[in-house]
């Protein structure tokens, strides 16, 4: 919810009857379903006749949506690497309410990965590899934590290809039996220069190439959900630019630390990796 669309709900207070004819199209958000583990989305319902209520998990600014009249929900990315139990976020509106939820154990798959020749620099980069990383980093670290209030095409994201999941999301991986962080996105398999669609409506943080990443885009969603896609061949969207959901945005690739084409798509909630799936309905 943003200020613009509240904007947008109150000019059309008077056309209430087009609002009781079409609440799902009007009011619609991200359908997302509860799923409280970690790399999952915690959906926590409240109540409010705020306009513009915000909450925080470790005074992270959290996804809020507007449901229904006082009806609002607040979506909760849950970190990889969270330790299970009880949590809780903050909500304010013209107080603030604490909300507590509980996070449970989910066994992720594992998966070793042999780079060899040329690759070997992904798993051991040499200083001057290492001199760029630094560089790269705070790049991408804030362009993760970017919140805006840009407005966000209602309902479910669509998938940015077509081609087969090769790598699910959550894999604890290893490289050359090291163990690496685990597979924060979904990986799609695709022949070099396979299409790759936006799969909501969103404005391109980032377009550029970096040593892990290769050639990559991060488009924000709004509130803090932004979208990743890594290893591109070509990006064909500019740094600032709007992007309607099914546009294109660039083609599959093999560029940065990857072992063939495919795309790596990742999604990032309150600064927190989760599993694309859930924002799709699945
Ligand atoms: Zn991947």
Redesign the pocket.
């Known amino acids: 919810m943003t200020v613009k669309f509240i904007l947008r709900l109150k000019k059309l207070k008077k056309l209430s009857f087009l609002l009781l004819l079409l609440p799902s199209i009007v009011l619609a958000s991200i359908p997302v379903k509860n799923t409280p583990i970690p790399g999952g989305i915690v959906v926590i319902d409240f109540k409010t006749n705020d306009t513009a209520p915000t909450a925080f998990y470790n005074n992270i600014p959290l996804y809020v949506q507007h449901i229904k009249d006082q009806h609002w929900q607040v979506l909760v990315g849950i970190p990889l690497m969270e330790k299970f139990g009880k949590k809780s976020i903050e909500v304010h509106d013209a107080s603030t309410r604490s909300f507590d939820f509980d996070v449970t154990e989910h066994n992720y798959t594992e998966q070793y990965i042999t780079l060899k020749g040329k690759n070997k620099k992904y798993v051991n980069p040499n200083l001057a590899h290492m001199d760029r990383i630094k560089k790269e980093r705070p790049i991408l670290s804030s362009a993760r934590k970017v919140f805006s209030n840009i407005a966000l095409s209602d309902g479910f994201f669509i998938r940015p290809v077509n081609g087969v999941t090769t ?1 699910p999301f959550g894999l604890k991986r290893f490289y050359n039996k090291q163990p690496r962080r685990p ?1 924060t ?1 979904l ?1 799609y398999a695709g022949d070099t220069g396979t299409p790759i669609k936006a799969p909501a409506d969103g404005k391109v943080i980032l377009s550029g190439k970096y040593f892990f990443n290769g050639n990559a885009v991060f488009l924000d969603h709004g509130q803090g959900l932004i979208s990743v896609y890594i290893h591109m061949n070509e990006r064909l969207v500019k740094q600032g630019q709007h992007i309607k959901q099914g546009d294109l945005i660039g083609t599959i690739g093999q560029t940065g630390r990857a072992t063939g084409p495919h795309l ?1 798509w990742g999604i990032y909630l309150n600064q927190t990796v989760i599993n694309p799936n859930l924002l799709m309905g699945k």
Request: hydrophobic share 0%.
């Open positions: 790598s597979h996105g990986d790596h």
